[in-house]
């Protein structure tokens, strides 16, 4: 048993002074001077939360293991205080098949963080999504209205529809990527909302990045619509002007947006009209973000790096801690179906994070995990950072001092 003693817990919604006592098995006890024997880890003046759950990454691993593996990704997701990534299906090969969702999970086992596991849908394969539904650890669908990285794409509206019937099917959630190049996003939102409508399908909104998206899916969702929002660190942080600026670095898919849209989703953030932030850890290397701008991949990492830009808006007063957790353990523990997370709980799993909300650092390449290498936020001076991460009751980072 590990005894963590003297910190501020996020308890039933609030900080407070509480120690507790977990194991692999989970949580056991929550209180004030527990008198528990077992190995006791001091943490005055430092804070716990839930591990935070980052429910969109891409950690490649098989033909494009030279950008991220399960090993190197999941040493940056926990020292990023993330304790469960969601990996998304756009692989070389693509995650459409029993098979090679198996071979997933067999690398993705052995990485220091936990996880679960988006498939892909293609024409092909629409008969089996019933099938891959009941493979271990998919907590649901990914479907591309658009052409991106990894050429998952359903273009054409009877097959999304199709798509969404069969996947209201199995009670999964339907994560899309409402984007189709040049096409405002509102648009797409529109088209993925209506199939929602029509289908039952339970729809999640991958990367929101507008106000007219967002304002049109929340509406939807005041209407009783089943959909949840998404939005993303680099929608937050940057703008299309960076973009120009900064060239193949930033570019992404969807692309950025204009800075007033920006500004709308710190207060959509705040405000509970966007669920969920998730990183799109999408990495590429330098060398491929080198290329002439046509030919550069679309991408940026970020799974190491959200929850210390939330920390950073935390000290800033742009976003409450409470939130903070809502938005990036709490919701997409819910959404996803994942039990027992979310939430420090007793009887919940001991996937913990201890944070030092004072710790300023810049952010320095250096100090990075995922075998891309870089940052798009390196030179940023954060305010707040996890000190200690928990997955499953075990240790798996502990911030050295620099
Ligand atoms: C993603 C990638 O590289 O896998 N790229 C991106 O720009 N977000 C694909 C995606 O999520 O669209
Ligand atoms: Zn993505």
Request: aromatic share 6%.
């Amino acid at each position: 048993m590990k005894v963590l003693r003297g910190a501020e817990v996020f308890f039933e919604g609030a900080l407070q002074r509480l120690d507790l006592a977990f194991d692999e098995e989970g949580i056991h006890r929550i209180g004030p001077d527990l008198d528990v024997d077992g190995e006791v880890l001091e943490a005055e003046g430092l804070v716990v939360l839930p591990g935070m759950i980052d429910a969109h990454v891409h950690f490649r691993d098989f033909h494009e293991a030279h950008k991220e593996d399960w090993e190197t990704g999941g040493r940056a997701a926990v020292a990023g205080g993330v304790t469960t990534v969601l990996d998304m299906p756009n692989n070389d090969p693509p995650a459409v098949t029993p098979q090679i969702l198996r071979e997933k999970r067999e690398k993705a086992e052995r990485s220091p963080v936990d996880f679960g596991l988006f498939a892909g849908i293609t024409p092909e394969n629409l008969p089996t999504l019933g099938e891959l539904a009941r493979e271990p650890r998919v907590v649901g669908f990914k479907l591309y209205m658009g052409e991106t990285t990894g050429g998952l794409v359903i273009a054409r509206r009877s097959l999304q529809r199709e798509a969404f019937r069969r996947v209201a099917d199995t009670d999964k959630v339907l994560a899309v990527h409402c984007q189709r190049p040049g096409r405002p996003e509102a648009e797409d939102v529109e088209i993925a909302l209506d199939l929602a409508v029509t289908t039952g399908a339970k729809l999640h909104l991958c990367h929101l990045r507008t106000r007219e998206g967002v304002q049109l899916a929340y509406e939807a969702k005041r209407d009783g619509v089943d959909v949840t929002l998404e939005t993303c660190p680099h929608y937050l942080y940057f703008t299309e002007e960076d973009a120009r600026e900064r060239g193949t670095l930033l570019k992404v898919n969807p692309p950025l947006a204009s800075p007033e849209d920006r500004d709308y989703l710190w207060e959509a953030l705040a405000e509970g009209v966007i669920d969920l932030v998730a990183s799109d850890h999408a990495p590429h290397t330098l060398e491929e973000k080198a290329r002439p701008y046509e030919k550069a991949p679309f991408g940026l990492p970020g799974v190491e790096t959200t929850l210390p830009l939330l920390l950073d808006a935390v000290s800033r007063g742009r976003l409450s801690l409470q939130r903070l957790v809502e938005v990036f353990s709490q919701k997409p523990a819910e959404r996803f179906g994942l039990r027992d997370k979310g939430r420090i709980r007793e009887g919940w799993r001991a996937d913990l994070m201890v944070v030092d909300l004072e710790k300023r650092l810049l952010l320095r390449r250096e100090a990075l995990r995922t075998k891309c290498g870089w940052s798009p936020y390196e030179g940023f001076p954060l305010r707040g950072w996890p000190v200690r991460t928990f997955v499953q009751g075990r240790e798996v980072f502990r911030k050295s001092e620099d």
